[in-house]
Nanobody, 125 residues
């Protein structure tokens, strides 16, 4: 079993930055591929970014490429999402997810077994 706890969300003006953190516990963090997803009110949960656990390859949704960066610190059992140049359409609850089904970065929601409780990000115009 893996526990995931997100933090770092908040209210920011358009053009600003936030860094989300996802602290994990319970199993060997380095053996899990990690992802970030988000869900806006009335919308489906969508993929944002992912990072593998073998070669740390990353994958991003087109809507965040060039603005968001996912990274991981295995000794700290933590994955991060640096979000720059935020836009009002980035407003959502952001969820961290983990999987051992694959070793590479994947945007497939069904690939992830464990989810955090989410952290709210609100971007004002």
């Amino acid at each position: 079993q893996v526990q995931l706890v997100e933090s770092g969300g908040g209210l920011v003006q358009a053009g600003g930055s936030l860094r989300l953190s996802c602290a994990t516990s319970g199993r060997t963090f380095s053996n899990y591929a990690m992802g970030w997803f988000r869900q806006a009110p009335g919308k489906e949960r969508e993929f944002v970014a992912a990072i593998g656990w073998t070669v740390f390859r990353t994958t991003y949704a087109d809507s965040v490429k060039g603005r968001f960066t996912i990274s991981r610190d295995n000794p700290k059992n933590t994955v991060y999402l640096q979000m720059n140049n935020l836009k009002p359409e980035d407003t959502a609850v952001y969820y961290c997810a983990a999987t051992r089904k694959v070793t590479y970065s994947t945007g497939s929601r069904s690939a992830y077994d464990y989810w955090g409780q989410g952290t709210q990000v609100t971007v004002s115009s």
